[in-house]
């Protein structure tokens, strides 16, 4: 028997998943962190990183011996080393909406979408502002790289990670060489001692060797796995929630819904034009993929869900934190389609879709709305959906072709509620898989899968044939009364804009 192991960083959890070799998890282990708003900046401690890492892998490590391992995590961001391997300044997480500027100008010179939280916009909003720590840098990289270096001393990415760092060229193996160019002429007046090919992580594809674990990484993670395990390409979260859901073939989707949302799907042709609300990045294979990425989902729901617990204690009551969220999610279906003229504007952070640069949370509703607990919760679950919304209404209108659409993701842990709040949100049939809650580190524990068991087969027919052969699936088609709820609320959310943005520059 084989066993295979995928470990991912995400923005509320460090997960680690292990799968024997009919893909059935048998062990898991995480640790709860969260990311920090320090002057300015949000930000992951790497010591933390470390511990989490460590008390994740403590859960699989009796799990049996794994013939391969990877490593993910949540996208983008800005991790800046010198030669040495030493942190340059603190890490720049993807949730950052600091660097407007560099992202604009990128975007013009490129000719090609380059969101703010993109690693090359980092790395140029830094230049821009003149810090001093950019003439020291000797590589820059993404979480999940940082992690599978230390694991491995190998300094590559999976080609899906790499595409969040930077544009990835038409041939759709490596980075784009004329932006490349075009990005090292922009500085070239600056005097570093570098170009930008040499700070970037190599570019691997899905299923090709990337090292392996040394003694090093093995003791990075406290001994508690062997040196000598195989390691695949790390992969970033969109390319594990690809796999996760078998959407890695042109014309399928996924939307992967938990602290931030995103939908991915797949393309068989190039868009129009270039939109700023729309990401282009790869499958882990290198396909070309349209993102919409949203920094904002549940990450006041669950700030409002914490203080409705903290309410039930006032009465001797504990529910179970995971109880407690399926019953509210439960008692949304009894809400009105609209939410009653009630709405949640649930950013905590800015959003590049809707062009907001900082986030203020809020609750509104009219004198004469209808504020129930059902109509709260229907209107929190679908203000978590509400940005996604508007940057798939851009997908819409260019004819981009969806065969199928797959959810996963806490927001999909609760049967039938998120599924079909999404279905009407989309317009579209959503399915969602067994494996829906396991998300990310799932997915990667597949992509290990994937270089033991490849047996010459691609990515996608690997999934199809070997992994989702049998698995169990629910699709919900959209209600037309959901649909048409979920437009009037929509309605209000795209008037409310207007009220956040005034609210981010008064508050």
Known sequence: MSNFLGIEFGSTRIKAVAIDDSFNTIASGDYVWKSDYTDGIWTYSLDEVQKGLIEAVKGVSSAGTYNSLGVSAMMHGYLAFDAEWNLLVPFRTWQNTITAQAAEILS????????????????????LNGEPHVGKIAHITTLAGYVHYRLSGVNALGIGDASGMFPIGSDCSNYDQDMLDKFDKLIADKGFGWKIRDILPKVLPAGADAGTLTEEGSAYIGGLLPAGIPMVPAEGDAGTGMVTTNAVSAGTGNVSAGTSIFSMVVLDKPLSKYYPEIDIVTTPTGKPVAMVHCNNCTNDMNAWIGMLKENAALFGAEPDTGDLYTKLYQKSLEGDPD???????????????????????????????????????????????????????????????????????????????????????CNAPVTVMETAGEGGPYGMALLAAFRIMGDGKTLEQFLEEKVFVNAKRSTLEPKAEDVEGFAKYMDMFKAALKVEQTAAESL
């Open 108 to 127: 013009g010179e490129f000719g090609f979408n380059i969101p703010q939280r993109w690693s090359i916009s980092h790395l140029y909003q830094a230049i």
């Open 339 to 425: 939410c009653g003229g009630v709405l949640c504007m649930n950013y905590m952070a800015g959003e590049g879709v809707t062009h907001i640069d900082n986030g203020r949370p809020f609750f509104i509703r009219r004198p004469d709305s209808k504020f129930t607990l059902a109509n709260f919760m229907r209107a929190q679950i679908y203000a978590s959906m509400s940005t996604l919304a508007i940057g798939m209404e851009i997908l819409a209108k260019e004819g981009v072709r969806i065969d199928s659409l797959t959810g996963h993701g806490g927001l999909f842990k609760t049967p039938v509620v998120g599924q079909s709040y999404m279905a009407a949100t």
